[in-house]
């Protein structure tokens, strides 16, 4: 069974699956990385596929400029860790790039929308994918607990579509007065982001997750650093 959670839209609400008794008792024990034990310098690239879930951490707090910083780890050698990129499979979006004001920063937010239709169809990619994001999402729901005021809220980003009956997931792009993603399409020529059609699917490479916090909410949102795009669907 899964908890949902009312967002602003209604048609859209919070996805988090239940987790068993062992998964929430193998999550707690898992220690937080210090940074003593992070490899600052690499951000290796990996597979979806070729990721152990069970190897992923998430590091102290770091206090940098004023502000505290909260990563994901994965280790590079036995004792060692580091941020990490990695590639996922084809995914479906529907409704090309979307945006928003953002009111914490002077630049707006631009993301797409990526929704796994196939997520309970262990022959397809959106079954990997989408127990990825959702052991993730269970795993940040238990850790952060430990890190933030809770007096704060935990938003968690993945989705469930109530119109559509499946969960889906927002990646950003990287903004700051341009966009500074990699975007190609399926020839390999390079477009924009506002080129991106509607009803496509899309490869992705992402950036470390990005762990932020404000007067009232945490969370991890998940950063576009390159992707291309499939022939319309």
């Known amino acids: 069974m899964s908890k949902l959670k009312h967002l602003e839209n209604p048609e859209e609400v919070e996805y988090i699956e239940e987790l068993t008794d062992e998964e929430r008792e193998i999550i707690k024990n898992h220690e937080l990385i210090s940074i003593s034990n992070i490899d600052v310098r690499s951000t290796p690239i990996y597979d979806i596929n070729d990721i152990d879930l069970d190897k992923i951490r998430l590091?102290?707090?770091?206090?940098?400029?004023?502000?505290?910083?909260?990563?994901?780890?994965?280790?590079?050698?036995?004792?060692?860790?580091?941020?990490?990129?990695?590639?996922?499979?084809?995914?479906?979006?529907?409704?090309?790039?979307?945006?928003?004001?953002?009111?914490y920063n002077k630049d707006d937010t631009y993301?797409?929308?990526?929704?796994?239709?196939?997520?309970?169809?262990?022959?397809?990619?959106?079954?990997?994918?989408?127990?990825?994001?959702?052991?993730?999402?269970?795993?940040?729901?238990?850790?952060?607990?430990?890190?933030?005021?809770?007096?704060?809220?935990?938003?968690?980003?993945?989705?469930?579509?109530?119109?559509?009956?499946?969960?889906?997931?927002?990646?950003?792009?990287?903004?700051?007065?341009?966009?500074?993603?990699?975007?190609?399409?399926?020839?390999?020529?390079?477009?924009?982001?506002?080129?991106i059609p509607n009803k496509v699917n899309i490869k992705f490479l992402l950036d470390p997750l990005e762990i932020w916090s404000n007067d009232a909410l945490y969370g991890g949102t998940w950063r576009i650093k390159k992707l291309m795009v499939n022939a319309k669907v």
């Open 59 to 103: 590091s102290k707090p770091i206090d940098f400029k004023s502000k505290v910083n909260v990563y994901l780890l994965y280790p590079i050698t036995e004792n060692k860790y580091s941020r990490f990129l990695f590639e996922t499979p084809f995914s479906y979006c529907g409704y090309g790039l979307d945006s928003k004001k953002n009111k």
């Open 111 to 195: 993301w797409l929308k990526v929704e796994y239709i196939n997520h309970t169809n262990i022959a397809n990619d959106d079954f990997k994918t989408y127990d990825f994001f959702q052991y993730i999402a269970k795993y940040l729901n238990i850790k952060l607990k430990l890190i933030y005021d809770s007096t704060l809220k935990h938003m968690i980003f993945l989705r469930y579509s109530k119109y559509k009956g499946y969960p889906l997931t927002r990646f950003m792009f990287n903004y700051r007065k341009h966009f500074v993603t990699e975007c190609l399409d399926n020839t390999g020529r390079r477009i924009t982001p506002y080129e």
